[in-house]
């Protein structure tokens, strides 16, 4: 299965957007999926991660009450919702499946190949 991430763009500081993350080759809906975010010269962060269901996630403190994941298993689709954004959630976002144990891990390393980003910039 392969993940792509689009819905990335520049946004003014307090703006919205809404990334998706969409599987191909194959299905996510029996996996735990993550969001993860790569700024050139920093290690990357996880973001969000969602449980294959749904009806769990967990988020880096940073953006909590401000980003939402959410998932459609019928079209095999990760989308995280981002609001409120600031100039320090700019970076490139990540998805991939949960390959470590349990439920799910707030660690970026338990997770698969973070496939192609896409790029959002939150600046004036």
């Known amino acids: 299965v392969q993940l792509q991430a689009s819905g990335g763009g520049l946004v003014q500081p307090g703006g919205s957007l809404r990334l998706s993350c969409v599987a191909s080759?194959?299905?996510?809906?029996?996996?735990?999926i993550g969001w993860s975010r790569q700024a050139p010269g920093r290690e990357r962060e996880f973001v969000a991660t969602?449980?294959?269901?749904?009806?769990?996630?967990d988020y880096r403190d940073s953006v909590k009450g401000r980003f939402t994941i959410s998932r459609d298993n019928a079209k095999d689709t990760v989308y995280l919702q981002m609001n409120s954004l600031k100039p320090e959630d700019t970076a490139a976002y990540h998805c991939?499946?949960?390959?470590?144990?349990?439920?799910?891990?707030?660690?970026?390393?338990?997770?698969?190949?973070w496939g192609p980003g896409t790029q959002v910039t939150v600046s004036s």
């Open positions: 991939a499946l949960y390959t470590g144990p349990g439920r799910f891990s707030p660690d970026a390393h338990e997770y698969g190949s």
């Open positions: 969602i449980s294959w269901h749904g009806g769990s996630s």
């Open positions: 080759g194959g299905t996510i809906a029996r996996s735990p």
